[in-house]
């Protein structure tokens, strides 16, 4: 049950960041175009990754 919640939170955390990155009031973010872009989209896509697997595991522990 553990793992269920820590797989929320994390994709509840990752959701938020997300949200957060995106562009205000016609303008883009100040890492958009610079060499730490790429980083950061990989950054976000591991976190949902994680987040997934780690519902994936506290679903498949609970049931079995």
Known sequence: MTLIV???AMLLLTTA???ALMPR???THRFVGTELE???AV???SLV??????LLSG???YMG
């Open 43 to 45: 950054g976000l896509t």
């Open 17 to 19: 960041l997300f949200v």
């Open 6 to 8: 820590a797989g929320l």
């Open 59 to 61: 679903v498949l522990t």
């Open 38 to 40: 790429p980083y950061i």
């Open 49 to 54: 990754a994680l987040s997934f697997t780690m």
């Open 25 to 27: 009031r016609g303008r």
